[in-house]
């Protein structure tokens, strides 16, 4: 199969979106306020603020999201921000949409211009260092049976190694952690993050 082209502009994003155009649209027209720039990150809008990631906004098959960088600062009067990531994240929130016609400009616009407050205020949750990441028994196994797996673990960044341990750790029952190793062995292999696809901002 043929490479999917790189996005290199928001139009470029909503255009390979077409189910999910309109509600694109209308959450760009309602964050791209001053002093707010807007790029591209991880193949997905993004807006900015002195070098900042204030706000992004991704499609996914049922939804359309926001996603703020520093949501769990935000007040969130309406209670709509969710921790995508099942307390994985300190800081990260994200805002879901299933139509166009459930987005409040006015509502996301307010949201938009606190998160910009707070980074021009200096306020952030910094993400934990040099925390040691605890291995679940079964990650442990696989990289017994398999060191070139295990290289690739530790090859990653401590926060992809965080994630991932604590996806297999967070299943309830044993089939769902074997499940779970099964499906991230070949990301591992890979090189990439648990959450990359979902760090659209």
Same mark, same amino acid.
């Given at each position: 199969?043929?490479?999917?082209?790189?996005?290199?502009?928001?139009?470029?994003?909503?255009?390979?979106?077409? +189910?999910?155009?309109?509600?694109?649209? @209308?959450?760009?027209?309602?964050?791209?306020?001053?002093?707010?720039?807007?790029?591209?990150?991880?193949?997905?809008?993004?807006?900015?603020?002195?070098?900042?990631?204030?706000?992004?906004?991704?499609?996914?098959?049922?939804?359309?999201?926001?996603?703020?960088?520093?949501?769990?600062?935000?007040?969130?009067?309406?209670?709509?921000?969710?921790?995508?990531?099942?307390?994985?994240? @300190?800081?990260?929130?994200?805002?879901?949409?299933?139509?166009?016609?459930?987005?409040?400009?006015?509502?996301?616009? #307010?949201?938009?211009?606190?998160?910009?407050?707070?980074?021009?205020?200096?306020? +952030?949750?910094?993400?934990?260092?040099?925390?040691?990441?605890?291995?679940?028994?079964?990650?442990?196994?696989?990289?017994? #049976?398999?060191? @070139?797996?295990?290289?690739?673990? +530790?090859?990653?960044?401590p926060g992809k190694r965080r994630d991932y341990a604590g996806h297999i750790a967070a299943a309830k029952r044993d089939a769902t952690k074997q499940a779970r190793? +099964?499906?991230?062995?070949?990301?591992?292999?890979?090189?990439?993050?648990?959450?990359?696809?979902?760090?659209?901002?």
């Amino acid at each position: 199969m043929p490479a999917k082209p790189k996005i290199s502009t928001v139009d470029e994003y909503i255009a390979s979106k077409p +189910e999910h155009a309109d509600a694109l649209a @209308k959450l760009r027209r309602a964050v791209h306020i001053k002093p707010l720039d807007e790029t591209i990150k991880w193949g997905a809008p993004c807006y900015t603020h002195n070098g900042k990631n204030i706000v992004g906004l991704a499609a996914f098959k049922a939804y359309v999201g926001l996603w703020f960088h520093q949501g769990a600062l935000l007040a969130d009067p309406d209670g709509v921000l969710i921790d995508a990531s099942d307390g994985k994240t @300190k800081a990260l929130r994200q805002w879901r949409f299933t139509a166009a016609k459930d987005i409040k400009s006015t509502a996301v616009k #307010a949201y938009v211009k606190e998160a910009v407050k707070l980074a021009e205020a200096g306020q +952030e949750i910094k993400p934990a260092r040099n925390t040691p990441v605890a291995i679940p028994p079964e990650l442990a196994a696989a990289f017994k #049976a398999d060191p @070139k797996l295990k290289a690739a673990f +530790e090859a990653l960044t401590p926060g992809k190694r965080r994630d991932y341990a604590g996806h297999i750790a967070a299943a309830k029952r044993d089939a769902t952690k074997q499940a779970r190793l +099964e499906k991230i062995t070949p990301m591992l292999r890979a090189g990439v993050g648990l959450h990359d696809k979902y760090r659209n901002c």
